[in-house]
């Protein structure tokens, strides 16, 4: 069985520029979690998808992120304009109700 | 103050020797409490969960304090392949909802 899914693995884009990265979870979890690490700093919480609506999203820094799940199946995080700060590794889980959370391996971003 | 704090690390030590890693949260009324994996630039994997009453896979053994806020691993028996980064995790809502990690204990396991 597949695990989840993220693409790219790794994004370099300038400042002020657009990127959308995208998750793809197992397969049948309704759960859709999306974290990132920025560096020296510990794994923090951004959102959680039940299906296409979004159950929390108390983690999301500011306006300049969107997340979107259409249809209850892949999501996406766009993140307008970058910033220097947005740089680290954007993690998705997907799980199951009640059951564990498995993490994709994560997409590097740098803005530079 | 963080709401996880661990050891900051890192931890060297032998094969065969027996590591303890600590963490305290600061939500008291959090509902799940976990340990993850993190191999270098890879994604974090569920260890093991933990319970007041204590659990143990294996070489692991979790114990949890619920009253002094207190999260513990012990890894006996250490072999090289555990050389990573241990995460205490913990979720204020329960279940794998809104996960809140440490910033984790790098252990390095060396011959």
């Known amino acids: 069985e597949a695990g989840v899914t993220q693409f790219p693995s790794h994004s370099v884009i300038e400042k002020g520029q657009t990127v959308t990265l995208r998750c793809d979870p197992i397969?049948?979890?309704?759960?859709l979690y999306w974290y990132r690490r920025v560096m020296g700093k510990e794994i923090k919480f951004l959102l959680h998808?039940?299906?296409?609506?979004?159950?929390?999203e108390s983690g999301m820094p500011n306006n300049r992120f969107l997340a979107e799940r259409t249809g209850g199946t892949y999501s996406t995080l766009k993140v307008q304009p970058a910033e220097l700060e947005d740089s680290g590794v954007y993690f998705c889980?997907?799980?199951?109700?009640?059951?564990?959370?498995?993490f994709g391996q994560g997409t590097r971003l740098t803005v530079v | 103050r963080k709401e996880v704090e661990q050891d900051p690390g890192p931890f060297n030590v032998p094969e065969g020797a027996t590591v303890a890693f600590n963490c305290t949260y600061s939500n008291s009324a959090s509902q799940s409490f976990f340990w993850y994996r993190q191999d270098c630039r890879k994604e974090p994997k569920l260890l093991m969960s933990v319970y007041s009453s204590g659990n143990e896979d294996g070489r692991f053994t979790a114990q949890l304090n619920r009253a002094s806020q207190y999260i513990s691993l012990l890894i006996r028996d250490s072999k090289l392949s555990d050389s990573a980064t241990y995460l205490c995790?913990?979720?204020?809502?329960?279940?794998?909802?809104?996960?809140?990690f440490g910033a984790g204990t790098r252990l390095a396991v060396h011959p």
């Open positions: 397969s049948g979890h309704d759960n």
């Open positions: 995790v913990v979720s204020p809502r329960g279940g794998y909802n809104k996960l809140i």
């Open positions: 998808f039940v299906k296409e609506s979004k159950q929390d």
């Open positions: 889980a997907s799980s199951q109700f009640g059951s564990e959370a498995f």
